[in-house]
């Protein structure tokens, strides 16, 4: 997770355009756009999936929020990191 993150930051930080020009220029093709909208299906499923996890949890919508939104723009930084800091206890109970 350490290095997945690392390399996300350190990609985004040499970026020689910001994420929302990126995005656009993806967008901008039908082959590619497909391929953005899978990424945000699946992220949208895994928002639900955490906001669910949470609720099941008794855990508040600010605990959530972080990682919805690490999710709406990184993808799969939010979930992986919901994995990670879950309690393995609760991981068994999923």
């Known amino acids: 997770m350490l290095l997945f993150t690392g390399y996300t930051v350190y ?7 910001s994420l929302l020009s990126f995005g ?7 082959d590619t756009a497909q391929v953005v909208f899978d990424l945000y ?3 949208f ?9 949470c609720k099941r949890l008794g855990k508040s919508i ?3 929020l972080p990682f919805a939104l690490l999710t ?3 993808v799969s930084v939010g979930p ?4 990670v ?7 068994s109970k999923t």
């Open 11 to 17: 990609s985004m930080s040499i970026a020689e355009q």
């Open 24 to 30: 656009h220029q993806l967008i901008s093709s039908p």
């Open 41 to 43: 299906i699946m992220a």
């Open 45 to 53: 499923l895994a928002i639900t999936w955490m906001y669910q996890d």
């Open 62 to 64: 600010l605990y959530f």
């Open 72 to 74: 709406l723009v990184f």
């Open 80 to 83: 992986l990191l919901y994995l």
């Open 85 to 91: 800091v879950k309690p393995s206890a609760e991981l």
